[in-house]
């Protein structure tokens, strides 16, 4: 636990140091924004750039609160460590999106759609890592009012919902073929995961209710 979260540490300061070097380079105008087709689509002052750095710190210290104040806090040790690499992994997640959106100012100019791709791909497997060994708490995983009334109907929804989320990050990839269409394709992974892990929790709690 605690060197997920000394690297996380370690992460925030070198986002914000890094986006303090490179600041003076920067145009005075600055592509902030992205369309679905991977197409620059607004621009901002370049302040912005230090918005994800803010984020990443806001994200952080909620990270840091929420197992504190979650009225399930005592289950939050069953899970630590699953939960600490996902915190280092979203400042990772956030840092990336950070030197891509600088990269791209600065003339680097990628492929949004195949970027984000492998980016959202790596997020969802450990997504999934963490919701497939999480227990019942009001704030991590899939929270339905069937998982949270049950340990058994929350251990079922999210272990299945884990190993979908490990799925779907395999199948981001693979929408790499189709590279125009990722985020669409991500999305409707995205969504469909969800209602069927709804229903799935729903039915289960039907079952057990018999």
């Not at 996380?8 to 490179?22: E, H, W, Y």
């Not at 600041?23 to 002052?45: E, F, I």
């Not at 990270?63 to 979203?90: H, R, S």
């Amino acid at each position: 636990m605690k060197k997920y979260f000394a690297a996380s540490i370690g992460v925030l300061i070198l986002l914000f140091l890094g986006t303090i070097v490179v600041y003076s380079g920067l145009p005075a105008d600055v592509v902030s924004h992205w369309n679905a087709r991977g197409a620059a689509d607004s621009s901002s002052q370049k302040p912005i750039v230090f918005l994800v750095p803010i984020l990443a710190v806001g994200l952080f210290i909620l990270f840091q609160v929420l197992p504190k104040i979650d009225p399930f806090k005592k289950n939050y040790k069953k899970f630590t460590g699953a939960f600490e690499q996902f915190v280092f992994v979203v400042m990772l997640f956030l840092s990336f999106l950070q030197v891509f959106t600088v990269g791209w100012n600065l003339g680097f100019k990628l492929n949004v759609g195949a970027v984000m791709a492998v980016a959202i791909s790596a997020l969802m497997y450990f997504v999934g890592n963490l919701v497939e060994k999480s227990e019942r708490n009001w704030f991590i995983g899939f929270r339905t009012p069937w998982t949270i009334s049950s340990d058994e109907n929350w251990r079922k929804t999210n272990r299945l919902g884990g190993k979908l989320y490990k799925l779907g990050a395999v199948a981001c990839l693979l929408s790499l073929l189709v590279v125009d269409y990722a985020i669409f394709i991500i999305l409707g992974l995205l969504i469909a995961v969800s209602i069927y892990l709804f229903a799935y929790s729903y039915f289960e709690y039907r079952k057990s209710a018999k």
